[in-house]
């Protein structure tokens, strides 16, 4: 989605030095909360994470 976010990411500069190229913000917790005086984020949120993660990065390599 193209929607405005209230955080700062990279991904602005890739998207304006790669026309074109996907961009995905992806990581645990709310957004709300994102460099947020006391960010934090639960640990069930982090896990998740984590295994999700793994699973795209395996599924690049064609593992399983």
Do not use: K
């Amino acid at each position: 989605s193209d929607d405005a976010v209230a955080y700062f990411t990279d991904g602005s500069y890739i998207a304006q030095a790669l026309p074109g190229v996907p961009i995905a913000v992806w990581g645990p917790g709310h957004p709300t909360a994102m460099h947020a005086t006391n960010e934090r984020v639960a640990i069930t949120d982090l896990e998740l994470a984590i295994q999700q993660f793994g699973s795209t990065v395996d599924s690049w390599s064609g593992a399983t």
